[in-house]
């Protein structure tokens, strides 16, 4: 079974941040904080992850709170291809990925 | 991506008959894992491997084994396949730069 929680469905205007968030109230000490997206009925791709600090890259950034069990996923500028199913994870060599957030961007 | 790539990428086969999906990378990445994804069910662990000749069970083995003689090639086996196995298949390497795991194109099986 999973072992975070999400929200099943986000609606973002396009050109607007996409902030999606994430409980992970089981996440262990040695334990990443992955995001990734599924477009589609592609396999998923990956976004970002960190351990303890926020982290930023060319698609997103990633907050995780102090006590690190929650965490949220921003998307600064969404566009209609960020349209997916978001995952969030927490784990290390072994991920279980649960039903995920659908994001719709619209116009 | 770490260059994975899965093959067949569609069958449709009959109850009964044993079917093979093959994964391959090319990056010499240690782990290696097969998912299935049908709907209302996110991703769902059938094996996984972390070296060669050595595998471990995840959430849904029953009905699956898996082999890799080799690092490169993970093989998925339904001995005998059920209409409960049409499913989507994904497989995964652990590794990169990112140090994460990196998924193929999948798998589309339709058992009959």
């Known amino acids: 079974d999973a072992k975070t929680t999400q929200p099943p469905s986000m609606d973002c205007a396009e050109g607007r941040a996409a902030n999606l968030p994430c409980n992970h109230s089981t996440i262990s000490g040695n334990e990443y904080v992955y995001w990734y997206r599924q477009i589609h009925s592609q396999g998923p791709q990956y976004i970002i992850h960190?351990?303890?600090n926020n982290e930023t890259n060319e698609m997103a950034s990633l907050i995780i709170t102090e006590d690190r069990k929650s965490s949220t996923l921003i998307l600064p500028h969404a566009t209609l291809r960020d349209t997916a199913v978001y995952y969030c994870?927490?784990?290390?060599?072994?991920?279980?990925f649960g039903t995920g957030t659908r994001l719709q961007v619209t116009l | 991506d770490a260059g994975i790539t899965q093959s067949p990428r569609h069958k449709v086969t009959e109850t009964g008959t044993p079917v093979t999906l093959r994964c391959h990378q090319t990056e010499n990445h240690r782990y290696m894992y097969w998912y299935r994804q049908d709907p209302g069910h996110g991703l769902r662990l059938i094996h996984y491997s972390y070296g060669v000749k050595d595998t471990d069970k995840g959430e849904v083995s029953d009905g699956y084994s898996v082999s890799r003689s080799k690092t490169e090639d993970f093989l998925l086996t339904l001995e005998s396949a059920t209409s409960s196995q049409t499913s989507v298949y994904f497989c995964a390497a652990w590794g990169g730069t990112q140090e994460t795991q990196y998924f193929g194109p999948g798998t589309r099986l339709l058992v009959l």
């Open positions: 960190g351990l303890k």
């Open positions: 994870i927490d784990g290390y060599e072994k991920l279980t």
